[in-house]
């Protein structure tokens, strides 16, 4: 199972929005809604900001957003903030009953 | 809330068994609707995902790593278990367990930190 492509960078300056496609194939991302973003920071657990493709936890800022289309998911970060710099990664249950992550994208506020 | 924490040797030598343990506070490892999962990063990658297990026992693998690969759990102690035989350097890695929720979010919402294991001589 590949894993997901996702861009190495995206960055933006504060108050910005920036968006983090998620590309997989009709076996994962094209087949199921169950897509994830998680956000992690150096050292630091990671920790889950969207569930099915569009769902925030509880606790979660509005200003994140989550859309499908087709084989790619994407996160929307809107308002973009300092606290906001971290790598990021997407997740999609397969049709081979596994998991598959995206490689990271850091997201850098100017 | 729930807290999960790695424990395991930080170093471990080529062709030999690697064994961590994930101790689960916070809520029980017996509760339905909750996998038990193994995931990994290699230094600069994305993360792997490795199996996960049900508080039953019952196991599911990643086929890449099947071979290789055993769970178990310990419900008692609320602790489930990795060992992973045979490593390779390519088996250094930041291993990561972690709670997948089949029942509200169907992702995996609590992680521990993770726990670095080299694979050298």
């Known amino acids: 199972q590949s894993a997901l492509t996702q861009p190495p960078s995206v960055s933006g300056s504060p108050g910005q929005s920036v968006t983090i496609s998620c590309t997989g194939t009709s076996s994962d991302v094209g087949s199921y809604n169950r897509v994830s973003w998680y956000q992690q920071s150096p050292g630091t657990a990671p920790k889950l900001m969207i569930y099915?493709?569009?769902s925030r936890p509880s606790g979660v800022p509005d200003r994140f957003s989550g859309s499908k289309s087709g084989n790619t998911a994407s996160l929307t970060i809107s308002g973009l903030q300092a606290e906001d710099e971290a790598d990021y990664f997407c997740n999609s249950y397969t049709s081979s009953s596994t998991w598959v992550f995206g490689g990271g994208t850091k997201v850098t506020v100017l | 809330q729930v807290q999960l924490q790695e424990s395991g040797p930080g170093l471990v030598k080529p062709s030999q068994t690697l064994s961590l343990t994930c101790t689960v506070s916070g809520g029980s490892i017996s509760r339905v609707g909750y996998y038990w999962t193994w995931i990994r990063q290699h230094p600069g990658k994305g993360p792997e995902w490795i199996g996960n297990i049900y508080y039953s026992g019952s196991t599911y693998y990643n086929p890449l790593l099947r071979s290789r690969v055993t769970f178990s759990v310990d419900t008692s102690k609320n602790q489930f278990s990795l060992n992973l035989n045979s490593v390779t350097a390519a088996d250094t890695a930041v291993y990561y367990c972690?709670?997948?929720?089949?029942?509200?979010?169907?992702?995996?919402?609590?992680w521990g930190q993770g726990t670095l294991v080299t694979v050298s001589s």
């Open positions: 972690a709670r997948e929720d089949t029942v509200t979010t169907i992702s995996f919402d609590y």
């Open positions: 099915e493709v569009n």
